[in-house]
């Protein structure tokens, strides 16, 4: 088993180079919209997928660096199904998609664009399995939340629809890191720790808003310590300081958007996944590679969409996520 570890985690090490730099970013940033940028782009990472799918499309290729990542972890892990709290995600982000393709009749093919290749089970085959209505032999319980979700979808509750799999989710998530290691534990906690925390915040910016669940357990935190927005902002200051989650929380007091702590939580899995990898006999060293590639994905994003939609380097800048790229 720690031979399989040192393996896997050298192998991570020596892809991570090879991912986004700072230098890359500088020559996208500088590039004009169009065949420049897209020329920039192929000397990147990304130009093998960008050669490789129709029409050169960028989100296809961002698409197929994440499915790719994710295939490699997984095959080259000592025990790849505790790392599926990473895939699950997009599971339940493809049942969210047929259950609300629902209220519009929208078939396979049609639900398509809106779905990912990065969950557990691929999205042709899910689909077969919801429309067997034997979702719940693929995962317990599965059946159970897309029936009363879609019940939803047909009461015209389309808003309570997202809380049946927010909740269905972490009821997975928490079976599969029974069988995984204490640091996938310790990721999931945050990861449950963060929603609560966003959770609460929602609910004080808007008190109409009584979306479900308003509190998942499995933190390390009770409902109880995050009544007031005071008490919000001392917790916060538990993951990384006050400092760290300033701005963040700041701009959503101000226009009640949640893009910015969505970025800072990103960077704090980040730092945490990093700090765990400095055990090479765990699985931080393999999830601390994959939000690399999540991380380059999202800035090749944010620089191709402001690029092309003629925002300013700063604002674009500003939206990039830098915690980690390589030099």
């Known amino acids: 088993m720690q031979t399989a570890y040192i393996?896997?985690?050298?192998?991570?090490?020596?892809?991570?180079?090879?991912?986004?730099?700072?230098?890359d970013i500088e020559r996208l940033l500088v590039a004009e919209p169009g065949a420049d940028l897209q020329s920039a782009l192929k000397e990147t990472?990304?130009?093998?997928y960008v050669l490789r799918v129709p029409n050169e499309d960028l989100g296809l290729a961002i698409?197929?660096?994440l499915i790719d990542a994710k295939k490699l972890i997984h095959k080259i892990a000592p025990d790849g199904d505790m790392l599926r709290v990473l895939w699950v995600q997009y599971d339940i982000h493809n049942l969210r998609a047929f259950a609300k393709g629902l209220a519009t009749g929208l078939s396979y093919e049609e639900c398509k664009p809106f779905l990912s290749g990065r969950g557990i089970y691929e999205p042709e085959?899910?689909?077969?399995?919801?429309?067997?209505?034997?979702l719940s032999s693929l995962q317990t319980g599965w059946q159970e939340a897309f029936d009363a979700a879609a019940a939803l979808v047909e009461a015209g509750e389309l808003s309570k629809v997202d809380g049946v799999f927010d909740e269905l989710y972490f009821?997975?998530?928490?079976?599969?890191?029974?069988?995984?290691?204490?640091?996938?534990?310790?990721?999931?906690?945050v990861l449950i720790d963060l929603y609560n925390l966003k959770s609460r915040l929602r609910r004080l910016k808007n008190e109409s808003v009584e979306l479900?669940?308003?509190?998942?357990?499995?933190g390390t935190f009770g409902a109880h310590q995050i009544e007031t927005m005071a008490d919000v902002e001392a917790i916060f200051?538990?993951?990384g300081g006050e400092a760290f989650w300033k701005d963040a929380l700041t701009y959503f007091a101000e226009e009640g958007n949640f893009t910015r702590i969505d970025a800072a939580s990103a960077d704090y899995l980040l730092?945490?996944?990093?700090?765990?990898?400095?055990?090479m006999f765990s699985s931080a060293s393999l999830v601390f590679y994959y939000l690399k590639c999540r991380q380059a994905a999202a800035n090749v994003r944010a620089i191709v969409v402001g690029r092309n939609n003629g925002l300013a380097l700063e604002d674009i800048r500003a939206n990039l996520r830098m915690a980690y790229v390589n030099n």
């Open 212 to 218: 479900e669940p308003a509190f998942v357990s499995g």
């Open 125 to 134: 085959q899910l689909h077969k399995y919801v429309t067997e209505r034997s």
């Open 45 to 48: 990472y990304l130009a093998p």
């Open 7 to 23: 393996y896997s985690v050298s192998r991570v090490n020596a892809l991570a180079q090879f991912l986004l730099s700072k230098t």
């Open 271 to 279: 730092r945490v996944a990093k700090e765990g990898s400095t055990d």
């Open 171 to 189: 009821k997975t998530s928490t079976r599969i890191v029974d069988a995984g290691d204490a640091f996938m534990k310790q990721y999931l906690g």
């Open 237 to 239: 200051a538990r993951f």
């Open 63 to 65: 698409e197929q660096t």
